[in-house]
T-cell receptor
């Protein structure tokens, strides 16, 4: 079945540091890929998405590119802020649309 | 537009009881999906409803069931609760449930089974 693998962390960075959270996936066909973010005590918010190979999703300074050849969708941000502290989930949904398949989540801590 | 709403936000039940959770999707959205979030298993897909019909189902026992009403509101029911059912239950809605669509999540219902 479909699966998503991402580093779980916690990942601790200083403010203004460069962020990369790796995400690789296994899926049949051509899934859509997503990054969601969860702040403490809240539900999931969509951060960005890409629906076909080589698409780049971007939002709030975060970017991720759908790489079919490496089955990856790594999340990057050039300069993180304390307010970016949260749990980040990589997810996919395939053509069969059996719901989103999520990675385990990466807990990101940004220190001032 | 109002977002996805879920009620109640918190619940405490005892083993053997049953529970019903409610989800109101974003206005105009016809697809509603349910997910369970636990520290051990992470986020797992329960089922999806579209136009009052269950269209997809995850790998959960039959104690987990749901339904959708004509106004797209959805309920999820868990019967004969077990300690392991303690979790955050998240509801998500999208326009038609297509795989390229974004699913918008509600704040969740936190269920504690004692």
């Amino acid at each position: 079945g479909d699966s998503v693998t991402q580093m779980e962390g916690p990942v601790t960075l200083s403010e203004e540091a460069f962020l990369t959270i790796n995400c690789t996936y296994t899926a049949t066909g051509y899934p859509s890929l997503f990054w969601y973010v969860q702040y403490p005590g809240e539900g999931l918010q969509l951060l960005l998405k890409a629906t076909k190979a080589d698409d780049k999703g971007s939002n709030k300074g975060f970017e991720a590119t759908y790489r079919k050849e490496t089955t990856s969708f790594h999340l990057e941000k050039g300069s993180v802020q304390v307010s970016d502290s949260a749990v980040y989930f990589c997810a996919l949904i395939g053509g069969g649309a059996d719901g989103l398949t999520f990675g385990k989540g990466t807990h990101l801590i940004i220190q001032p | 537009k109002a977002g996805v709403t879920q009620t109640p936000r918190y619940l405490i039940k005892t083993r053997g009881q049953q529970v019903t959770l409610s989800c109101s999707p974003i206005s105009g959205h016809r697809s509603v999906s349910w997910y369970q979030q636990t520290p051990g298993q992470g986020l797992q897909f329960l089922f999806e409803y579209f136009s009052e019909t269950q269209r997809n189902k995850g790998n959960f026992p039959g104690r987990f069931s749901g339904r959708q009403f004509s106004n797209s509101r959805s309920e999820m029911n868990v019967s004969t609760l077990e300690l392991g059912d303690s979790a955050l239950y998240l509801c998500a809605s999208s326009s038609t449930g297509g795989y390229q669509e974004t699913q918008y999540f509600g704040p969740g219902t936190r269920l504690l089974v004692l």
